[in-house]
């Protein structure tokens, strides 16, 4: 045999042995994390298996089975060639030290079109050390810790039953969205963990938050610059600070935020949000509930030069929990469009 023909035997020796070992690791379009050796720390195997799943032409599924798992910094990123879920069954632990991690997130999606994210699974940040070390609280340029999860130019995709718990900073970040959707999610963390919001927004259109948990210790939903076309439905939050739009004009050239729609929300154990700088249009709180820590249940305030346009509030019924009464609304530079219930007198 010549040497040509042996060279080409080896390559398709270990080409068949590569085929043979991705059909192993997958069956039925599912790649399962175990089958590429992942037993307590997943992260090489979870790359792994996204990796192959992601070049599939057939709608495939990363699945993490039900186990508790230690899970190191990892990016999910596409663009993928055909729609992908990833699966969590299981508990997937975060390194304790926020120094093990380089930029701001623990998992990251990026650039992934028709991505579901599913499982009765939790990503467990671990996050009450890094909440000592915190300066948040008393610095607007504090430390970033790393978040839980981002979505960084997700189109099309689906979050559905899955839990977020104790992040070391907000839990969830949304950048650059468009049509992605939060059902039946859950965000847990004490009232006072710092800085981490539930669910934050911006540069994204399209982004659904339906029937969810959220409980942390900052704004259960923040609404960044550039957000258009938000719908929060059936969302129970508390404790934390409420559902902000807000916090905006800290940098140059931010986006306008429009189309921020709330209905049918229980709020309760919460804070006021904070005050904001661009312009805001379009927004409609409907039938929210609740309770309040501070006697300001509701509170719309934006900026004397950019005034906030088309805010209509209807149905809020929130009742303030403290000895300090009674309740009251507060609007700076916005005259809302108020019908039904206002529970507290103002605006």
């Given at each position: ?21 991705t ?41 993490i ?11 999910l990123?596409?663009?993928c ?58 610095d ?62 911006g ?29 929060v ?48 249009s ?18 719309l ?37 108020i ?9």
């Amino acid at each position: 045999m010549g040497l040509k023909a042996v060279s080409s035997a080896i390559i398709s020796f270990s080409l068949l042995l590569w085929l043979a070992s991705t059909a192993k690791a997958q069956s039925n379009g599912v790649f399962d994390v175990t089958k590429y050796g992942g037993k307590e720390d997943i992260t090489e195997a979870l790359t792994n298996a996204w990796k192959d799943a992601c070049a599939s032409t057939n709608p495939s599924k990363v699945l993490i089975p039900s186990g508790t798992y230690s899970l190191r910094q990892v990016t999910l990123a596409g663009p993928c060639k055909a729609a992908i879920e990833l699966q969590v069954d299981g508990i997937l632990k975060a390194p304790v030290d926020p120094d093990q991690f380089s930029g701001g997130h623990w998992v990251d999606f990026s650039h992934v079109d028709q991505l579901t994210l599913s499982g009765s699974g939790t990503f467990d940040g671990q996050g009450n050390v890094a909440w000592s070390k915190s300066t948040c609280s008393k610095d607007k340029n504090c430390e970033g810790f790393p978040m839980n999860i981002r979505f960084d130019f997700v189109t099309n995709g689906l979050v559905r039953d899955i839990t977020t718990r104790d992040s070391k900073n907000f839990h969830v970040n949304v950048l650059g969205c468009k049509n992605l959707t939060f059902q039946h999610f859950t965000v847990s963390a004490p009232a006072e963990s710092i800085n981490t919001d539930g669910i934050h927004i911006g540069r994204s259109t399209g982004i659904y938050i339906i029937d969810t948990n959220i409980g942390t210790g900052d704004d259960c939903i923040s609404v960044g610059d550039g957000t258009e076309e938000l719908h929060v439905t059936g969302v129970t939050c508390g404790p934390g600070h409420g559902i902000s739009v807000g916090s905006l004009g800290r940098y140059p050239d931010e986006k306008p935020v429009s189309g921020i729609f709330v209905k049918n929300c229980t709020i309760s154990n919460t804070a006021n949000g904070a005050p904001s700088k661009v312009k805001i249009s379009d927004v409609s709180f409907k039938n929210i509930r609740g309770t309040s820590a501070t006697p300001v249940v509701v509170k719309l305030a934006c900026s004397s030069g950019i005034p906030c346009d088309k805010v209509e509030l209807a149905d809020i019924n929130l009742a303030y929990s403290g000895s300090e009464g009674p309740a009251k609304s507060q609007c700076s530079n916005v005259k809302p469009v108020i019908s039904g219930i206002m529970s507290a007198s103002g605006c």
